[in-house]
């Protein structure tokens, strides 16, 4: 439970030798980017690392050659690694499988997510940082470690993908100004935005149409919400990773400050996807069901059918947008 900082985190690294680095369950771009890029410099330390992921690599990043390096739901022996470390994982239940090894071995956190309670042994939490990977980037240049153009791509990764390719308002002059610096060191930040934004399934067209065709709109425009149903998913030919970026098209609408995403994972199990735009807080309503996130983007998974999700989390977000003071 302690926060010590990237001091502490320095410490942690000259105390042990074999680690393990974790990210969170349905991978995003941060999480990937951090993984990769924080086994890379420590490896180029002497370190040994095992990289672990409980969920399968999204297919786009498939073709990201690095990810290679990475156990998507493989199984860990504890005799293998003396040390955590767990990346953009605001809660242990993060972990998926591998929560289990945390009272095993030592873990520290490292993280920017402001719903994170602090949960490690040892923390490093950083609330103004744009991303994890921008964390993980301060962390190899505080032990020095030399930057290639394979280390510069990794690490670029997240750093665009967390703060929606330099739009979002976690976009300050310091992450400008390391992105600065990693391009400078040969990171081929073209190479992942068309990896990431241009490599979209035409299926992924199906369900935003089908998706689109299930909006409402509400509070004279401001909230947005729409869902996706298994049957959909079937219709369309998809998965719920390609429903992913859906979130954001309901956000893009004009006059739009809220938006929300019912995805049908199962009957009775709904993930809901949270974004605003410029005053509405959706961390805090994504908390009261158990999940987390950021001030503009969080999330959730409710275990009821989608038309009691929908009625529940639909008026609770009424009645809190209607009720603040901005
Ligand atoms: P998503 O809508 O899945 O893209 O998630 C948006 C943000 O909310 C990300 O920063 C996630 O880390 C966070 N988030 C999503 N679902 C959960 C959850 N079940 N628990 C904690 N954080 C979550
Ligand atoms: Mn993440
Ligand atoms: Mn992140």
Redesign the pocket.
Known sequence: MTETGINGLKEYINTHNRFLIIG?I?P?G??ISSVLSLSYGLRRIQKKVISAIDSQCPAIYEEFQPVSQITFEGDICVEDFDAIITV????P??MGKYQGLMDKKPNFVIDH?V?NKLWGNYNWLDLEASSTAEMVYRFLKELGIEYDPVLATINMLGIQT?TGFFKYTNTGWRVMEIASELIKQGANAPFNASMVLENNRVQEFYLLSEMAKKIKITLDGTLIYSFITLDMLEKTGCTYEDA?GL?GELRSIKGVETAI?FTEMDKEEI?????SKKWFD??DI?IE??????QR?????IYQTMDQTIDEVVNNTKKRMETVNY
């Open positions: 969170h349905e995003d941060d999480c953009d994982s605001s809660s239940d993060r997510h719903t967390d992913a979130i995403l993930k809901v996807s949270f974004r959706v961390a994504a069901y158990g999940g987390g996130g950021h983007a969080s999330g959730c998974t």
